[in-house]
T-cell receptor
Framework: NAGVMQNPRHLVRRRGQEARLRCSPMKGHSHVYWYRQLPEEGLKFMVYLQKENIIDESGMPKERFSAEFPKEGPSILRIQQVVRGDSAAYFC?????????????FGSGTRLTVV | DAKTTQPTSMDCAEGRAANLPCNHSTISGNEYVYWYRQIHSQGPQYIIHGLKNNETNEMASLIITEDRKSSTLILPHATLRDTAVYYCIVRVRNTGTASKLTFGTGTRLQVTL
């Protein structure tokens, strides 16, 4: 049973380009969460999605950032027109449906570097 | 979700028990206590969680005080590989929709020879 898969592991983008980060949840998990970790800082919640629905995007920057979790395929975190301040590790986690008293499983993260 | 307070850092000798405290004095009756750790920028790893009873698994033990205002994570025989940042998180119980985990600053545990 594969864990949460994130790709790419490392992503380098020039300022102004777009970054697409992918997350495939564990089999049977329909809840996906994205977190961002700036260098030397803690994890900050960004967005919580279920299949085809955004449940909580209270941690998402209002501009340039978007997330989706389509009926088929991985969840995508998209950052348009990246800036140097977007350089961070982005972690995805998943959990089963209707089992809130269950620990998340996190992926290994995508390290985004904006040059 | 209730706020938690943890020491910034702790040291532990290899082979000894590591006891990591957490205060959550404003916890409510429907909130679980979760522990995660993050080893050197890897993805956070789930350790254990509990509601009011003490819990034990292959990784650790969780001791929750009777009033539930604090808890202690115990790593019975710490090894160098347990060096990590440990996060104590309280999270509302199942309300039909999974809710997010809110990470604080955690405790940086350094295990030494």
């Amino acid at each position: 049973n594969a864990g949460v898969m994130q790709n790419p592991r490392h992503l380098v983008r020039r300022r102004g380009q777009e970054a697409r980060l992918r997350c495939s949840p564990m089999k049977g998990h329909s809840h996906v969460y994205w977190y961002r970790q700036l260098p030397e800082e803690g994890l900050k919640f960004m967005v919580y999605l279920q299949k085809e629905n955004i449940i909580d995007e209270s941690g998402m920057p209002k501009e340039r950032f978007s997330a989706e979790f389509p009926k088929e395929g991985p969840s995508i975190l998209r950052i348009q027109q990246v800036v140097r301040g977007d350089s961070a590790a982005y972690f995805c986690a998943s959990s089963p449906e209707q089992k809130d008293n269950y620990g998340y499983t996190f992926g290994s993260g995508t390290r985004l570097t904006v040059v | 979700d209730a706020k938690t307070t943890q020491p910034t850092s702790m040291d532990c000798a290899e082979g000894r028990a590591a006891n990591l405290p957490c205060n959550h004095s404003t916890i409510s009756g429907n909130e679980y206590v979760y522990w995660y750790r993050q080893i050197h920028s890897q993805g956070p790893q789930y350790i254990i969680h509990g509601l009011k009873n003490n819990e034990t698994n292959e990784m650790a033990s969780l001791i929750i005080t009777e009033d539930r205002k604090s808890s202690t994570l115990i790593l019975p025989h710490a090894t160098l590989r347990d060096t990590a940042v440990y996060y104590c998180i309280v999270r509302v119980r199942n309300t039909g929709t999974a809710s997010k985990l809110t990470f604080g600053t955690g405790t940086r545990l350094q295990v030494t020879l």
